[in-house]
C-alpha cells in the first residue's frame, strides 16, 4: 500500500511541449505530427497546483520538474506554477530539481528563475542537458536545440547564483568531446558534470522478456549499445539474465517511487497522478494491437476512465484509491499471465532485478 505520511518526492510535468526533436523521445517518435499526443499538447493548470499543493505536505524534500514528453519551464507560466508552491509549502526544506534543455525563452527568464530558486532548499538545481561542445554535434540529438541560446541561457541563471548541473548523454558519435565538455564545465561554473547512458539496460531486459514499443506496427528502440558507459551496463544486464530461466517473473521489483529516499508519484501534464513516470505512457496511450496492449486494457477497464484525474479528484482521494493501495503493489509480487492484479511489464524493465 502507499502510505500517504510517508510521501516525500513528487514529480511535476508540467507541459506536453517542447522545442526540441530530440530521436529517442516519445513524442518525436510517436506525436510529433498528431499534436504532441494523441489529445494534442495539454498541460498542467493553476487549478490542477491549487488542488495538489492545497494540501500541506509535512514530509516534502524533493520535488523533481521532469516527465515524459515535454519540457516543464516552456510552459508559460512555470514561474508562476513554481510561486504557488513556495505560498503553501516550506521551500526551504524543499530540494527542487528541474530538468531542462534550456533552448528557449530569454535569459532574463533563465535570471528570474535563479531568483525564484533561491525560495527552495540550498542545494536546489537546473539540469541542463547538453551533449556537445559545438552546435552541430548537440544538435544530432537535441535536434533543434540552438547550443549557443542554451550557453546564453546558462550563463545568466549561473551569473544570478543559480545552481546548474551539465548533463551530458553517452553516444559512440559524441565520445571523443567528453573531456572538453567537462573541462568547459567548470569553465563556465557549472557544479557539476554527470554523464548518463540512454536506457541501455531497459532496452535489453525489454528485449528479454519479449516486449517492444512499437507505433503503427514500426519498432521504436532508443538502445545505444556502443558509448564507453553503455557497454559495461549491456553486460551487466546480459549477466543477470542468464542467471535465471524466466527475469520476467522470477526478478524482484523495487520500485523507484517507494524507495525511503524517493516516496511519492508524479504528475502528468494532463493533470493525471501516476505512481512513477514510467506509467503514463504505458497507461494514457497505447495503440491496439502493440504487445502490451492486454496488459493496459486490463488495468484501464478496471476503474473509471477519469479515477486518477485532479481535474475531477481531490489528490488524497486518488492516492486512497485501490490502485495505490492495493492492486499496484499486489501486481509487485505476482506473475505476468495472474488473472488478477497481473505484473506489469513497463515494472519488470524499469524496476526489475535479480537478487545476488
Given at each position: 500500500m502507499?502510505?500517504?505520511?510517508?510521501?516525500?518526492?513528487?514529480?511535476?510535468?508540467?507541459?506536453s511541449a517542447c522545442n526540441a526533436r530530440?530521436?529517442?523521445?516519445a513524442r518525436t517518435h510517436h506525436f510529433v505530427n498528431s499534436g504532441i499526443t494523441p489529445h494534442g499538447s495539454r498541460q498542467l493548470t493553476l487549478e490542477h497546483m491549487q488542488n495538489l499543493f492545497g494540501v500541506k505536505w509535512p514530509n516534502l524534500t524533493k520535488i523533481n520538474i521532469d516527465g515524459n514528453y515535454g519540457d516543464s519551464m516552456y510552459h508559460p507560466q512555470s514561474l508562476e506554477m513554481l510561486e504557488y508552491i513556495t505560498q503553501t509549502q516550506d521551500a526551504s526544506k524543499i530540494k527542487l530539481y528541474i530538468d531542462s534543455n534550456g533552448g528557449y525563452k530569454t535569459?532574463?527568464?533563465?535570471?528570474?528563475?535563479?531568483?525564484?530558486?533561491?525560495?527552495?532548499?540550498e542545494t536546489s538545481c537546473i539540469t541542463f542537458g547538453?551533449?556537445?561542445?559545438d552546435p552541430e554535434m548537440h544538435q544530432r540529438y537535441r535536434v533543434r536545440v540552438d547550443l549557443n541560446k542554451v550557453f546564453e541561457n546558462a550563463t545568466a541563471f549561473i551569473n544570478n547564483g543559480g545552481n546548474a548541473e551539465w548533463k551530458w548523454i553517452g553516444f559512440d558519435y559524441n565520445d571523443h568531446q567528453l573531456e572538453d565538455a567537462k573541462r568547459m564545465s567548470k569553465e563556465m561554473g557549472f557544479s557539476a558534470f554527470i554523464y548518463k547512458n540512454t536506457r541501455v539496460r531497459h532496452s535489453i531486459i525489454k528485449e528479454a522478456i519479449g516486449l517492444q514499443d512499437s507505433y503503427k506496427g514500426v519498432t521504436v528502440t532508443s538502445k545505444n549499445v556502443n558509448s564507453t558507459i553503455s557497454k559495461d551496463i549491456v553486460?551487466?544486464?546480459?549477466?543477470?539474465?542468464?542467471?535465471v530461466k524466466d527475469f520476467a517473473n522470477e526478478s524482484t521489483i523495487r520500485c523507484r517511487f517507494r524507495r525511503e529516499k524517493n516516496y511519492g508519484f508524479q504528475v502528468e501534464h494532463s493533470g493525471r497522478i501516476y505512481q512513477c513516470c514510467h506509467l503514463p505512457g504505458y497507461y494514457n496511450y497505447q495503440i491496439p494491437g502493440s504487445a502490451i496492449y492486454k496488459e493496459y486494457e486490463y488495468y484501464i477497464n478496471k476503474y473509471t476512465s477519469n479515477w486518477n484525474s485532479l481535474d475531477e479528484?481531490?489528490?488524497?482521494?486518488?492516492?486512497?484509491?485501490?490502485?495505490?493501495?492495493r492492486d499496484l503493489t499486489e501486481s509487485f509480487n505476482n506473475r505476468t499471465d495472474a488473472?488478477?492484479?497481473p505484473r506489469i511489464s513497463r515494472?519488470?524493465?524499469?524496476?526489475?532485478?535479480i537478487d545476488a
Open positions: 502507499l502510505d500517504i505520511d510517508k510521501i516525500n518526492y513528487m514529480m511535476l510535468e508540467f507541459t530530440c530521436p529517442a523521445c535569459p532574463e527568464f533563465w535570471k528570474d528563475l535563479g531568483t525564484l530558486m533561491k525560495k527552495f532548499h547538453i551533449d556537445g561542445i553486460e551487466q544486464a546480459k549477466k543477470e539474465l542468464a542467471s479528484h481531490n489528490i488524497l482521494d486518488i492516492l486512497n484509491h485501490r490502485y495505490f493501495q488473472s488478477e492484479n515494472c519488470i524493465s524499469k524496476c526489475g532485478s
